[in-house]
Structures are given as C-alpha cells and as structure tokens.
C-alpha cells in the first residue's frame, strides 16, 4: 500500500486547509480510511475515519470533516477554524475491515505525511 499525504502548510489561528491522501496498491473503494497526526512529543492520534464504499464515518470533531473519492483513490480532510494545538503531522493509513478497526495505530507501516503549522 502506498499512501502519500499531501496538503500541509502554515496556517494562521482560525485558518482553513484541505489535506489529500492519494492510495495505491489497494481497491480503494474496499477500504476504510482513517486520518491521523502527531504533534510533537506526543503519541499518533486518529482525527477521523470513513468506510469508503458507503460513506459511513466517524468525525468527533465537527471542524474536520472527511470525505472520499472513489475514482481518484484519494480521501480528504477539509481542517476549519484551525488552532494552535493542531499542529502536527498528519498522515493517512486504511484498514480493509471497516473503521472500528481504524482505531488503533500500531500500523505495520505509514506513509509520508504532512506537516500542518497553526501560527498564532
């Protein structure tokens, strides 16, 4: 599975940005897809996850809102009202089991990520 997460920069406090995941090597449509990040000195967290083949998601936070595109392999998370302590890097992974499975992040291997800086 190749994942490559693209999209970061800086950002100013309140800011918008929209980030993408292009897959390959996968039926993408068969997967659930998930977005993490890690901030500096902290463990990987998950941000948000979709099933791809029915659009079901899990999104607790309602500033990032997930969505996938079927026919170009690339999931996306759509960032508002950006704040300092989002800072991080962020970094897709998938799971062909569905999203409840998405929920952990001893993944065998991840992709590059994209660095987002929120600037006060």
């Known amino acids: 599975v190749q994942l490559q997460a693209s999209g970061g920069g800086l950002v100013q406090t309140g800011g918008s940005l929209r980030l993408a995941c292009k897959v390959s090597g996968i039926i993408f449509r068969n997967r659930a897809m998930g977005w993490y990040r890690q901030a500096p000195g902290k463990d990987r967290e998950r941000v948000s996850c979709i099933k791809n083949n029915d659009g079901d998601s899990h999104q607790p936070d309602s500033r990032f809102i997930i969505s996938s595109d079927n026919a170009e392999n690339t999931v996306y998370l759509q960032m508002n009202s950006l704040k300092s302590e989002d800072t991080a890097v962020y970094y897709c992974?998938?799971?062909?089991?569905?999203?409840?499975?998405?929920?952990?992040?001893?993944?065998?291997?991840w992709g590059q990520g994209t660095l987002v800086t929120v600037s006060s």
């Open positions: 992974n998938s799971d062909n089991r569905g999203i409840r499975w998405l929920s952990r992040t001893d993944f065998a291997s």
